[in-house]
């Protein structure tokens, strides 16, 4: 072997070191597994930031305030599983009105990929409830142990008194905010002041305890001690945010044709001379990322798209002088281009973005049609199952029914029950029926036919049901299919 060849180097995964004994090569042991380095992102200010916290405290009073709102006599956000009752405002809904989720569902959809098409990960960045706790767990953190540096410092000093207490201190806060959390979101699900004064009283069920242990310990743990690992490994839209990116999308962008080559510089120091582009390789951009990227590598799918590095970046080139902009919100053709503001505005309203805002319209539009058209009563009608027919007195032929009418006003409702497609076809039982408010009444209807009125056999009916004022007027009234059973 020559002289000046260096000797050969193997990487092998982790093995017994017995069986590599007496090798004479130069063996590196490497391991396919390493510690998650915590990360400390640094408190930082501008104009991203006071959005960010805007949203913060918008989304948290929405949330934390809904369940305490009164309409009426009763909450005004309020979803009764126990009762299948669904309160929102003045609607009344039943899980009969399911196709409403299913509109809500698609308008939350689409306008996920509306925003994502047009600025990325918007949501991610801004209103994501880990996002939200997470910036509330490390405000909080902040102010307990300090910044990037203090907590850093703090961390690696071995336990005292002042550690003891400021980590203690940090987690009594975490826990009142995530016990706060989870009692709120139960307080959706149960009136929010009987929950409040069961859980004083230690008269809360069982479920209810489980859900507001639940919640509490999944903000604890999320926002508290996950946070990042959520973002870049749990959460599935970091993984197909690329598909609905395009080159047109706004996203934090690092110009790397004005910023390279990096470097520290003095603040006089003329940069043709030293042949250095604007960024001065301050690292800052890094240690504000609460996901602890680079975004002068480039788009990484771990950028949540919150423009922390940009106020920072911001910050940076007043001080030394240079203009700001070397990291924002552009797009790749933009980039590539040189476009100014307004160009790239223009370009992010192409076919795409105008597709999902026509289809977001629509089923917005469709949504608040049909919730203006909906009666305010539903109907159910089942035949009676342990009598389909039978001859009574008379001669007469008699099917059972059971009518389930839902009041969805929050008013008494009068009904009127009326039957019709058959000859001579009469309704047996009392024809009007009255329901409390946003309550469901099961009725026991009887049909009845003259024996020779119609041949044997199965003959379409329809029940016709009417909601009725005191003076007897219609207010609304719904039709109900059924079938007459006439037997042989």
């Not at 998650?36 to 405290?57: C, D, L």
């Not at 996950?226 to 839209?237: A, G, H, I, L």
């Not at 919100?329 to 805002?357: C, D």
Request: one cysteine or more.
């Amino acid at each position: 072997m020559d002289s000046k060849e260096k000797p050969s180097r193997k990487i092998v995964p982790i093995v017994p070191a017995e069986a590599v004994a007496g090798s004479g090569d130069d063996v590196q042991m490497v391991s396919l597994y390493a510690a998650t380095q915590k990360i400390y992102p640094r408190s930082v200010h501008g104009i991203f930031a006071k959005w960010r916290w805007f949203m913060v405290v918008l989304t948290q009073l929405v949330f934390y305030g809904l369940p305490w709102l009164e309409w009426g006599q009763r909450q005004a956000v309020l979803f009764d599983l126990g009762a299948r009752r669904f309160y929102i405002f003045g609607l009344v809904l039943y899980p009969q009105d399911f196709i409403y989720l299913t509109a809500i569902l698609v308008i939350s959809a689409f306008s996920l990929f509306l925003f994502t098409a047009v600025a990325g990960r918007l949501w991610c960045g801004y209103a994501c409830p880990q996002t939200v706790y997470s910036e509330i767990f490390m405000w909080v953190e902040r102010k307990v142990e300090g910044d990037r540096s203090a907590r850093m410092r703090l961390d690696g000093e071995k336990m005292s008194l002042e550690k003891l207490f400021k980590k203690v201190y940090k987690h009594i806060f975490w826990l009142a905010i995530a016990m706060w959390t989870g009692f709120t979101f139960v307080g959706y699900f149960t009136p929010v002041k009987e929950l409040g004064m069961e859980f004083f009283l230690g008269n809360m069920g069982s479920w209810e305890v489980f859900w507001v242990f639940f919640y509490a310990l999944a903000t604890y743990g999320n926002a508290g001690f996950m946070r990042e690992q959520v973002c870049k490994y749990m959460c599935p839209y970091a993984r197909f945010q690329s598909a609905m990116f395009d080159k047109d999308t706004l996203i934090v962008t690092y110009d790397a044709e004005r910023g390279e080559p990096r470097g520290a510089r003095s603040k006089k120091t003329d940069l043709t001379n030293l042949g250095l582009g604007a960024c001065v390789d301050c690292t800052l951009c890094v240690q504000v990322c609460p996901t602890g990227i680079d975004i002068r590598q480039g788009l990484q799918y771990e950028c949540i798209g919150c423009g922390a590095c940009a106020d920072v970046c911001d910050t940076v080139m007043d001080k030394v002088g240079y203009p700001r902009g070397l990291i924002k919100y552009s797009t790749e053709h933009a980039m590539a281009n040189g476009w100014t503001k307004e160009q790239t505005l223009r370009h992010i309203f192409r076919p795409r973005v105008i597709l999902y805002v026509g289809i977001l319209l629509l089923v917005i539009a469709a949504l608040f049609t049909s919730l203006g058209l909906r009666k305010p009563f539903k109907v159910d009608v089942v035949r009676d199952r342990a009598s389909l027919a039978r001859i009574v007195a008379g001669g007469n032929i008699e099917n059972v029914y059971r009518l389930q009418i839902m009041n969805a006003a929050e008013t008494p409702l009068d009904f009127r029950l009326a039957v019709k497609g058959l000859p001579h076809l009469t309704l047996a039982t009392d024809s009007h029926v009255r329901v409390a408010p946003t309550e469901s009444l099961w009725v026991s209807v009887r049909l009845q036919l003259p024996y020779d009125a119609a041949p044997a056999g199965s003959h379409p009916i329809e029940f016709t049901i009417q909601s009725v004022q005191e003076d007897g007027q219609v207010r609304s009234e719904l039709q109900e299919k059924s079938v007459f059973l006439v037997p042989r």
